[in-house]
């Protein structure tokens, strides 16, 4: 929610409460599905992350909660959200679920094809902006559309950084668990990863160069790239660590009460 709002705020463009509920509710759901499924999928002397405890020690409480999300998810969707963008979200919820069939029934696709954090982080970033897509095509130039795809490309990335660097960080426990990720299909990505999202962090601030609109959402690009690119070099335990990479993408948060308070 706080990256569509840093998407919307330079063209000012009003999301509806709904479609922020949607976003919302659906992001959650997915997360605690995913989850599950995989506290599921371990056996019980395996080696576990303490997030993985967590759940396995909760697993009433996600399946508890995973249909109540649901339900409340399918009556904003149905009743409140217009036909175009009920489309467009299904397909996006279809890829996300062949995501989460094809990571837990096949897994060992992603030994032969190592793109299951790029394919978590487009998706992220796509179910973020999907909502904003056509407002975008309604209130920016031809010009301005070309700027605002490479904006979003560049969130993409980001997101699939923010799992490539987790999935380096936990490739040994990974490859206790029987898991497939990048890291375990190329070991000794850490560097790879750092310097792209030093990349990352330059190519940002040149899209502030390209559309001046476009530079609070470019610095928040760029301060997440940058702090995710210190996360690898800091001596910090591996939990630790995963948790505040997730944390270094609420950069737009900190602008949202900066401008309260400012």
């Known amino acids: 929610m706080a990256w569509q709002w840093v998407f919307a705020r330079p063209f000012h463009i009003t999301v509806s409460a709904s479609a922020r509920d949607s976003l919302f509710l ?16 371990l056996q019980a002397d395996s080696p576990k992350s303490l997030r993985q405890q967590f759940c396995s020690r909760h697993t009433r409480l996600w399946m508890g909660l995973i249909p109540v999300l649901a339900t409340l998810d399918a009556i904003i969707v149905l009743s409140r959200l217009d036909r175009d963008l009920l489309l467009s979200g299904a397909c996006l919820g279809g890829a996300a679920f062949v995501y989460l069939t094809l990571n837990y029934a096949f897994s060992q696709l992603w030994e032969t094809i190592p793109l299951k954090e790029i394919t978590v982080g487009f998706l992220f970033a796509a179910g973020t902006l999907l909502v904003l897509a056509p407002k975008f095509s309604l209130a920016i130039s031809i010009t301005g559309r070309s700027t605002v795809t490479f904006a979003a490309l560049l969130f993409a990335t980001l997101c699939s950084l923010n799992c490539i660097s987790i999935a380096v960080w936990e490739s040994d426990l990974d490859r206790s668990q029987g898991k497939h990720s990048v890291a375990t299909r190329w070991p000794g990505e850490g560097f790879s990863a750092r310097i792209v999202c030093i990349v990352l962090a330059a190519a940002s601030l040149v899209l502030s160069i390209a559309d001046h609109r476009l530079f609070a959402l470019a610095v928040c690009l760029s301060v997440s790239a ?22 270094v993408l609420l950069t737009p948060v900190v602008l949202f009460f900066a401008e309260l308070i400012l």
């Open 226 to 247: 940058m702090l995710l690119a210190i996360l690898h070099s800091v001596s910090i335990q591996r939990d630790e660590r995963v948790a505040l990479a997730d944390l």
């Open 26 to 41: 659906t992001a959650w759901l997915i997360y605690l599905i995913d989850r599950l499924a995989d506290s599921l999928s």
